[in-house]
């Protein structure tokens, strides 16, 4: 039985509770609350409703950043908890809004609110209520998700890097409809009770899992730190079930990794073990990552490091402010890092303080489309302080965060943007403006489907890849000049027209050359984004080109053929 890859993203929730992942998870989105679960626990009630209604407009009224008047926060919430019934005569849903508008708007109170509601009883919306405050709001306010206050609490373990689980990663979409163990958390709880992947969970404290929707399956597993669950389980290569019990333990995750996405470790640092340039993806912002951000900065004084990138891509995580905050304070010397108005509140500057991370070493960011909003955060913030160079695709990010806040009253917490961020230089708005733009997914002009990939070109070679200079972009007013093919620093090809910059040009332009003064010029060709950074960085230490990009000879060519498609 062959079951898909996982990725990192989706055992951020699974981790600290062997959770069950699913395409939701793995692409990102975080556990949705259903309405039955809503329904069960409680949200059945009409005074639960009223309830949950008070506590959801007090909430945007008091920390949204630009909440709506009330009157209309109120229709959403009558539009989205009131229906007709169908066997209602004589009945007008307008009337129906009016009316219960006109009541919630003199409530005082919850309870208030909760007998209104009881007093509409027959038409209040059990079944898609969530599901319509949901799109009632969001049309309104941006992002808006609501979910249980247990589930918040998931988020706050992740926030601290404190998640409570068995170390599991799970899988809930076989065939068999059991959950199925996929991966193992080295030193978790599972691993130290003798689990393997690919092990199918039939019981968790006697309870059957089979055809058992993934929240139920999460809400059993979880627990506090200490506790014990039993499992019966078995391997896929075995009939044979037997019962493990297990106690829920505290599981931590490395924030920080290596290019390669593995743990930082002294000799996994460099990029290249002949450069200088150290490569640091924060895959995380959590209460670890200031500590392991320290670890780093020692590792890297002691292997000389001159140039470090920060891999700010792709990261899918729920945002923290406060641990953000702490992150971009770190990298500074002193000096502002942003202007911070939550809610009505009035505008707060945050500073940094003296003490500074890497101090002296050139940081260069990468960042992409699916960046997050606090690290795009911290990546404006190192721009403005001329402390980093921003490389890759700018995130529609316009300033806004959103947070996850407890409702009062009821078992439920609520995501909205709560805060705006104004950048620390006043030249500078949103949304991040780069250095370096460079698609994260390269397309070649005037190039067939079927290599219209990001390739480099032989020639020269850095580290185990192989580029040219024609590689090394420039502005289109940049002064230019061509350089015949018999060169002896560079080799020769056949039909080959090549524009490089002057050594006084800004290599801040590091895509194809778009034309050539003596010929057309032959297809684009695009050096992905990692390859930019480090010529990025081999320019800030040394210029270019670099002692490191040599030519390649004709055996080289041959046996880096295969990556350079």
Request: proline share 7%; with cysteine.
């Amino acid at each position: 039985m062959r079951l898909p890859p996982f990725s990192r993203l989706a055992c951020v929730f699974l981790m600290l509770a062997g959770g069950v992942s699913s395409s939701r998870y793995v692409s990102g989105a975080e556990p949705s609350i259903v309405t039955s679960d809503l329904k069960d626990e409680t949200f059945g009630s009409a005074a639960d409703q009223g309830r949950l209604a008070w506590a959801i407009l007090e909430a945007i009224e008091q920390q949204n950043i630009s909440p709506p008047p009330r009157q209309a926060l109120i229709r959403v919430l009558t539009q989205a908890l009131f229906r007709i019934p169908k066997d209602a005569v004589n009945v007008s849903y307008r009337e129906l809004l009016e009316h219960v508008d006109s009541e919630f708007l003199q409530c005082q109170s919850a309870d208030e609110m909760a007998l209104v509601a009881e007093q509409n009883e027959r038409y209040l919306n059990f079944d898609r209520a969530i599901a319509e405050l949901t799109s009632g709001f969001g049309e309104n306010l941006g992002k808006f998700r609501l979910i249980r206050a247990k589930d918040h609490e998931v988020e706050e373990q992740f926030h601290g890097n404190r998640y409570v689980g068995l170390g599991i990663n799970l899988y809930h979409n076989d065939p068999s409809h059991i959950p199925v163990i996929m991966r193992i958390r080295p030193g978790g709880p599972a691993d130290r009770g003798g689990l393997k992947p690919r092990t199918y969970i039939h019981e968790i404290d006697g309870r059957p899992t089979k055809n058992v929707p993934q929240q139920t399956i999460l809400d059993w597993i979880r627990g506090p730190i200490g506790t014990e669950v039993t499992l019966k389980v078995s391997h896929e290569t075995s009939i044979e079930q037997r019962l493990v019990t297990l106690a829920r333990g505290l599981i931590r995750f490395e924030s920080l990794k290596d290019r390669h996405r593995e743990p930082i470790s002294r000799d996994r640092l460099r990029y290249d073990r002949r450069e200088p340039i150290g490569w640091i993806h924060v895959e995380t912002i959590n209460g670890s990552t200031l500590h392991e951000l320290r670890i780093a900065d020692n590792q890297a004084r002691e292997d000389g490091i001159r140039v470090l990138v920060l891999d700010f891509r792709g990261l899918g995580e729920p945002d923290d402010l406060h641990q953000s905050l702490l992150v971009a304070d770190s990298f500074l010397d002193g000096g502002a890092i942003w202007t911070q108005i939550d809610g009505s509140a009035e505008p707060r500057t945050e500073f940094a303080d003296r003490e500074c991370l890497f101090r002296d070493t050139p940081l260069i960011v990468l960042i992409n489309s699916q960046t997050r909003p606090c690290h795009c955060a911290i990546a404006a913030a190192l721009q403005d302080a001329g402390r980093a160079k921003l490389i890759g695709e700018s995130p529609d990010f316009q300033g806004i965060i959103s947070t996850t806040v407890r409702l009062s009253g009821v078992p439920y917490s609520l995501t909205m943007a709560t805060t705006r961020l104004n950048r620390a230089r006043q030249d500078r708005q949103w949304p991040l403006e780069l250095d370096y733009t460079v698609a994260e997914n390269p397309v070649a002009e005037n190039m067939p489907a079927s290599v219209n990939q990001a390739r480099i070109p032989k020639g020269f070679r850095l580290g185990d890849r192989v580029i040219l200079e024609s590689d090394l972009n420039r502005k289109s007013s940049d002064t230019t000049t061509t350089r015949p093919s018999n060169d002896p620093t560079r080799p020769s090809y056949p039909n080959e027209s090549v524009q490089v910059p002057l050594k006084s040009s800004n290599p801040s332009n590091l895509i194809a050359p778009e034309s050539s003064p003596t010929r057309p010029a032959p297809p684009r060709t695009r050096l992905p984004i990692e390859d930019v950074a480090i010529l990025v960085a081999l320019e800030i230490q040394r210029g270019l080109p670099p002692a490191s990009v040599k030519p390649a000879s004709s055996d080289q060519n041959t046996r880096y053929k295969d990556s350079t498609r």
